[in-house]
């Protein structure tokens, strides 16, 4: 039975929730695999993009807005600054604290791994038209939008892609 694009299934089971949840597991599959060289893999990019992107005043804010455990994050960092990615200086506006900086270094890692990942998401969606991948990532950013308390992209995907007790994976 061919249902057209405005037509609901009826007498089945929507697929649905199986096409989005298969679609997450093989993206992060693939971006695991795409950031294994960096300490924590998807969890190291998405504090890379964080880092770069995130525009946050201190470690704190960082481990709040990755659902990081603060004392992890302290680890996590280390590893990042022993890799030469990150730096950790003094807040200008607040001796006590400390701001987290990609170093060059870190930038050109991310600029690749960006790379990385847009090939393995293009290679996901490879059974679809260019275009059709552009308006599928479109309506699914516009749904994704407002759906949580939380509007940032990054502790989204690090919250849907660990693992939480007591939940089916």
Excluded: K
């Excluded at 992890?72 to 607040?94: H, I, K, N, S, W």
């Excluded at 400390?98 to 847009?118: K, P, S």
């Amino acid at each position: 039975m061919s249902t057209t694009p405005t037509e609901t299934r009826t007498g089945q089971h929507s697929l649905f929730g199986w096409s989005l949840a298969a679609l997450l597991r093989e993206w992060s599959a693939r971006v695991d695999a795409a950031a294994d060289d960096l300490p924590q893999g998807t969890r190291g990019y998405q504090l890379l993009t964080a880092v770069v992107h995130g525009n946050l005043p201190s470690q704190a804010a960082l481990a709040s807005t990755l659902g990081i455990d603060r004392t992890v994050m302290t680890y996590l960092l280390d590893a990042f600054e022993g890799c030469g990615l990150v730096e950790r200086q003094l807040d200008p506006t607040d001796r006590r604290a400390r701001r987290i900086v990609a170093t060059d270094r870190g930038l050109e890692v991310l600029a690749a791994m960006d790379a990385r990942v847009a090939a393995a998401e293009e290679e996901l969606l490879a059974g679809l038209e260019p275009e059709q991948r552009a308006l599928l990532r479109q309506l699914l950013e516009r749904a994704a939008t407002g759906t949580g308390p939380d509007h940032d992209p990054c502790r989204t995907v690090v919250e849907a892609t660990t693992q939480q007790p007591g939940r089916a994976g």
